[in-house]
């Protein structure tokens, strides 16, 4: 553990006044802007102009509920067993935001950004992407949806909050680009998922791939709210645990 | 485990749509709703007017950032450790949004409702509620801050935003005139706090106590995201753990 | 937050030395002392004799695996999103280690402690408690099993660990006349359950209440490596998401 | 999510009898097992001889307790703000054990995997991974440690440990084969550090890298117990808090 000179630049406050990266919260903030708003100021440093806050809305509201995920069961089952720590279910509930699910955002806008780079070799960059998937077996993030068929409808929604909101399009088209390559290479028609098209609109507001799973875990920590009063007027919990065990059955080695 | 006939309204879907609360996501919803009014929904199962919208904003605005607090350097020292796993640092951030800080919004909001089921009797109820912590020397849930004084300038805030969008005024009338019966028991000035003011309100627009909670979970896991990507570009990490270690030496028994 | 003197007793080290409590790690511990020893050692500041080690032992065993838990189903849910995690998924499933389930061994070990206390009038006491929880319509912390009847089998195999290994057999005595005191109340027999025996053996070799659910949680991670192994070899995650899913069905307002 | 035949063989019940991998728990495994024997049993499903449980008692005695590591802070921190919530405050504190600290264990283990496979080429593949990983400027797994100069003395102190429990010592000899070479390709003495030694030992008894970091996370959920047992007692939480604050200031961008 070497010496640091460690700082911070998010919030400085005294007895009478709060700042968040130099704006006077009570003054300021509260009241004169949105939560959206404000966390995209918090997170980049960055003011939330109308084209940032129309995409991060609508990303966060893309994400927060899908029903009966392991998400939601986690943070139920868990709330079963200690109702006085609803943060602890909320978490239980976080901690499968991972690689699998929402975090493909993050290699679909890898890619992205390697098309980006390669300018005016993009489609060629694609098509190497897509035979190298293919032939190591892996499939792209952001593509294919285990529901929603022949096409996930969130992209096409996402899209158009996005150009109407002023984006490039730079991002968006790219990864439309990518899309008509995997289906002639494929023979077939893999839709384009909530998050790739998440992965191009982030990028569209200069959002970093490190940091694009933290907004997947905020909005699902606001579906989790929803999920947790339900079970709080309507528990599912006992319901769950009796069909996860009815569903994996003992079997003798 | 008892055979329960569990149900759930948040969320249903085919293969080309999505319904939350019987709203259409991606027709009606995204592009058309802001996280804050898509989560008061998805939450409460009531439409989010202006009012509601207004004062969940103020409140959400209002608990996100606060500097170096316990639950920021549990999130940036665990991240240290487990840098594969954003949502795992955010999780052990939001573990601390228990009891002692944000949660006692709950204690709060429970007396405010014990003032408001008293009628007439509110005043009454409020010494009797004064004079009893006093007796038991507890803390009343809603007053005091170690750094703000003499006034957190956070309620006074609150307050404003809340009026203008039009809220009853019922809770924070409430809060206010327990105040003035803290001040006359105790013969000083002690602050309404952030958590009281959210307190009240939450109870404004409806919010059962139960919940409450759960938006100040929401709202510190964006102030996370920010700490934490504070924390890829400028690590802090390492000079907490330094700071902590020599903070408590060692001392044989 | 108020300046203090914090020290810790637990650890100091050097460049070439590690000393948990005074005990020189690598020369007087590893490999002369057995985890579980080491653990008392280490919480409690005490020797761990054979005693404390034979009803240590005991109560881990006893707590470490029950099938598909809400606790292990949470653990797995999470490692299907996570796999990249392993600490994740743990952490998950400890999450639910509270109030309902484990978390009772508190509640029951605070009877038998006030029971203790009462010295001869215990019986009386008792007779109050049981009188006091029927008219609350409250059930007693360490009685009663969903699964196990007429008696779990654990509390029995306890009791003989303990009396084995030279406990003075108070709490599990006082225990044994609660349980008689309820079934005299109730009118029926319910069962000492595996959570109340483990309450009189801790306190038996001196664990206080306030540190007890740490072992329920110490027990419970060792079982989810088990679960999180075999998900790794044989998925069930995927099953178990189907079927909460179906057991939870949309049912619109 | 396709459907699955899941099944698992951990555990099984019925009314009167618990069956772990088909031992009865009350009568062959309580009070007939310690708690390190009976996990080895659980994950593995293998029996646990005197070998195995030798290096895992080493194994697990040697992670639990090193101060006040980032893990224990986390955790410390979080009880501070839910000390309702033990089992909160432990998967905060074990949300960390992740890729960085004891998670280099995994990358040890599969290098030594690799050598092992090499059969007669051991000593070239340890040249060239070395070479590589010097290329690269990447730190080798299990090697070198901050505090501890020019030996951390946990690895002598485990390889006696699985010496004298009769292992083959396969993997130690090639751990210690590598060491050579890593010293001689550097030019100056790097040591084995604790989790390299362990992940020698762990698969001295065929535990499998993927599961590995599940013993660290258990070994480390029981030095938590302490610290939260002592931070009950002697809260160091607040000065903790005020540490972090004092040693990451504020600094406008």
Redesign the interface.
């Known amino acids: 553990?070497?010496?640091?000179?460690?700082?911070?630049?998010?919030?400085?406050?005294n007895?009478?006044?709060?700042f968040?990266?130099?704006r006077n919260?009570?003054?300021e903030?509260?009241?004169k802007?949105?939560?959206?708003e404000?966390?995209f100021m918090?997170?980049?440093?960055r003011n939330c102009g109308p084209t940032e806050r129309?995409v991060?809305?609508?990303v966060?509201?893309?994400l927060?509920?899908?029903?009966?995920?392991?998400?939601a069961?986690?943070a139920r089952?868990?709330?079963?067993?200690?109702?006085?720590?609803?943060?602890?279910?909320?978490?239980?509930g976080?901690?499968?935001?991972?690689?699998?699910?929402v975090?493909t955002m993050e290699g679909s806008a890898t890619i992205l950004c390697q098309l980006a780079d390669s300018g005016d070799g993009a489609e060629a960059t694609a098509r190497d992407i897509v035979a190298q998937h293919r032939a190591e077996k892996k499939s792209l993030p952001g593509f294919g949806h285990?529901?929603?068929?022949p096409?996930d409808?969130?992209p096409?929604?996402?899209f158009?909050?996005g150009r109407?909101a002023g984006v490039s399009g730079r991002y968006i088209g790219l990864l439309e680009m990518l899309s008509r390559e995997i289906d002639r290479a494929y023979g077939r028609h893999l839709t384009i998922n909530a998050t790739g098209a998440i992965a191009a609109l982030l990028l569209e507001i200069d959002v970093?791939p490190?940091?694009m799973?933290?907004?997947a875990?905020?909005?699902r920590?606001?579906?989790?709210?929803?999920?947790?009063?339900?079970e709080?007027r309507?528990?599912?919990?006992?319901?769950?645990?009796?069909?996860?065990?009815?569903?994996?059955?003992?079997?003798?080695?």
């Open positions: 553990m070497k010496s640091t000179n460690a700082t911070t630049e998010l919030c400085r406050y007895e009478t006044e709060i968040v990266r130099e919260l009570c003054t903030l509260i009241g802007t949105s939560f959206t404000f966390v918090q997170v980049t440093g129309a991060l809305d609508a966060l509201v893309t927060c509920e899908h029903g009966m995920t392991p998400s069961a986690a089952l868990t709330y079963l067993g200690a109702p006085e720590s609803l943060q602890g279910a909320i978490a239980a976080l901690l499968g935001v991972g690689s699998q699910f975090g285990p529901h929603h068929r096409d409808p969130r096409a929604a996402l158009a909050v109407a970093p490190s940091v799973r933290g907004f875990v905020l909005s920590a606001a579906g989790l709210i929803g999920h947790l009063y339900e709080q309507k528990p599912a919990g006992g319901a769950m645990w009796k069909a996860v065990d009815a569903a994996v059955p003992y079997e003798a080695p």
